[in-house]
């Protein structure tokens, strides 16, 4: 099955950039998204189709592609950034997959 | 403003069904698929299918071809998961989101629906 691999967590100081990663052998050819969880709340898109960002989404919520790697990176930290943040593509074989998450906690 | 609006949280018995409604506004129903996809306690997301709300078509995830059906109500602008046959680990939050359409990504989503599977 198709797997998208996220660290755990990451942890940032505010002010700094926060880059959390998005690892699939094939994912260089696909369209990938992002989403923001905050605790309690449901899941917010940030980032679509790699690099668009989606209106009212902030200017410091950036995406890109590298050969095996997505990034979210999130410029000039805020607490209120402090969320669960996950990864997703459709693939052909595996429908609509989810990466495990990553934490960003703020320092 | 697109909207998606959840019913509220159920507690049901093992081996019993669920049915989660999402009632959708500020956009055509019938123009965007529903998809449909669960989180347990703690865990990351999960996801189940999706419905088509124009033509009732439907896919499923392979995991749960067999308990869930999810099925639409134009009238109403209103989109439905049933699980069946329900177990423990079906303890989850469910949500629903709309597919933008264009590049298989979710823009909306609803509040959650809590289902807890008890003895």
């Known amino acids: 099955s198709y797997v998208l691999t996220q660290p755990p967590s990451v942890s940032v100081a505010p002010g700094q950039t926060a880059r959390i990663t998005c690892e699939e052998n094939n994912i260089g050819s696909k369209s990938v998204h992002w989403y923001q969880q905050r605790p309690g709340q449901a899941p917010v898109l940030v980032v679509n189709?790699?690099?668009d960002r989606p209106s009212g989404i902030p200017e410091r919520f950036s995406g890109s592609k590298s050969g095996n790697t997505a990034t979210l990176s999130i410029s000039r930290v805020e607490a209120g950034d402090e969320a669960d943040y996950y990864c997703?593509?459709?693939?052909?074989?595996?429908?609509?997959?989810f990466g495990s998450g990553t934490k960003v906690t703020v320092l | 403003q697109v909207q998606l609006v959840q019913s509220g949280a159920e507690v049901k018995k093992v081996g019993a069904s669920v049915k989660v409604s999402c009632k959708a506004s500020?956009?055509?129903?019938?123009?965007?698929?529903m998809h449909w996809v669960r989180q347990a306690p703690g865990q990351g997301l999960e996801w189940m299918g999706w419905i088509d709300p124009n033509s009732g078509g439907t896919y499923y995830a392979q995991k749960f071809q067999d308990r869930v059906t999810m099925t639409r109500d134009t009238s109403i602008s209103t989109a439905y998961m049933e699980l069946s046959r329900l177990r423990f680990d079906d303890t989850a939050v469910y949500y629903c989101?709309?597919?933008?359409?264009?590049?298989?990504?979710?823009?909306?989503w609803g509040q959650g629906t809590l289902v807890t599977v008890s003895s």
């Open positions: 189709d790699s690099t």
């Open positions: 500020g956009y055509s129903f019938t123009g965007y698929y």
């Open positions: 997703q593509v459709w693939e052909s074989s595996s429908d609509y997959v």
């Open positions: 989101m709309r597919d933008n359409g264009a590049t298989g990504g979710f823009d909306s």
